[in-house]
Each structure stands twice: as structure tokens, then as C-alpha cells.
């Protein structure tokens, strides 16, 4: 309903901010690496918004990123992730992290969020870790931060057997060097997989 806010940094409070749009002030909770980055009061700010509605109340949820907002947006689909879950983790890992944790089954990093356990990690791993694409992860891994084949990769190691999840953790742990050939990347991944 409201995909974002675009107006004036009126202030911030713990994870909230409040902006100013044309005279209206919208109270907006957002993840704690997201208010780090939001700017200054008194600048001009957009955040990317989740307008979630309960029988009890109406919240917004903003983000910095159409990615951290898609995120959150996948995160609180999982039976037992709330918005404020969502936010907690988004709070705890960044974004890419949070991608990372999905992808490699790191339920731990994943359960250090305040409010989210050991069982609701592991079913927001089984849930969304196939859902993760690899060039999403591209960044997170400086090694391989320089890929531009990576949905090529993904799709040879799937027609080879593996699972989306395999075939993003390879390409996370395999050694890319720059000027590498997609063919020669491939072989790479699959030595990490013996």
C-alpha cells in the first residue's frame, strides 16, 4: 500500500524514525544497520516501506534497500518470524549476512537475533534457503565479488544434480580469480564439492 517514504529526517528514536512528508510525519521502525545509514536530521531521506496491518494495530517498516526490504518481506513469510523478528535480525546481521546465514544453513548467526530460536532459524533455512539466488550473494564474499556468471553457475551444478543451496555455497567457497573463464569458475565450484 505504501511502497515508500520520501520527505524529511524529523528524528530518531532507538529503531524508529520519524519523517516528515509534505507535513504528515510517519513513524517508521527499521533495522538498527538501516537507522545507522538513514542520514542526518534535517536531510531529505527515502526509505522503502512494509505497511503491515493486525486486528490491533498498523505499522510501517522501512528500509534503506529494495533488497533489505524484500528480505525482511521473505524473513516474516516463515511461520514464527514476526515483523519485529524480521527487524531483530535485520538488527543483528546485515542483509547480505542475513543471505548468507539462509544460503550455508547457519542457523546460529540466524537464532543470535533477540526473539528468534534454534527451531525458527532452521525453518527459516529449510523454508527460504532455495529461494536465495547466488548473484544476490555477490559482495558478501570479496573473493568472488567480481562474477558477472554466477545464475550460469547456479543453473550447470543444478543440471549436474546439485540443489540451489549446493550450488550458492560453492560458488561462495570456491577460489575466483580475476580474468577466469565461466568454464574454468564451474570447475572450481565443483572441486569444493568433493
Known sequence: MIAF?????????????????????????????DVAEIGNVGENVKVYTHYHVTENEMSLYGFNSVKSKKLFEMLISVN?????????????????????????GDAKALSSAKGVGKKIAERAI?????????????????????????????????????????????????????GMTEEEFLKACLKTMI
Open 80 to 104: 514464527g518470524i514476526g515483523p519485529k523478528n524480521g527487524i531483530a535480525i535485520l538488527s543483528e546481521l546485515t542483509a547480505d549476512e542475513v543471505m548468507n546465514a539462509l544460503v550455508t
Open 5 to 33: 517514504i520520501n520527505g524529511i529526517l524529523d528524528s530518531i528514536d532507538d529503531n524508529y524514525v520519524y519523517i516528515d512528508c509534505n507535513g504528515v510525519g510517519y513513524r517508521v521502525m527499521m533495522p538498527g544497520f
Open 126 to 178: 529449510l523454508e527460504l534457503g532455495n529461494k536465495i539466488d547466488a548473484s544476490e550473494l555477490i559482495g558478501v564474499s570479496e573473493t568472488n565479488s567480481d562474477i558477472s556468471f554466477d545464475s550460469e553457475i547456479v543453473m550447470a551444478l543444478e543440471s549436474l544434480g546439485y540443489s540451489r543451496q549446493e550450488a550458492n555455497t560453492a560458488i561462495r567457497s570456491a577460489e575466483y580469480q580475476e
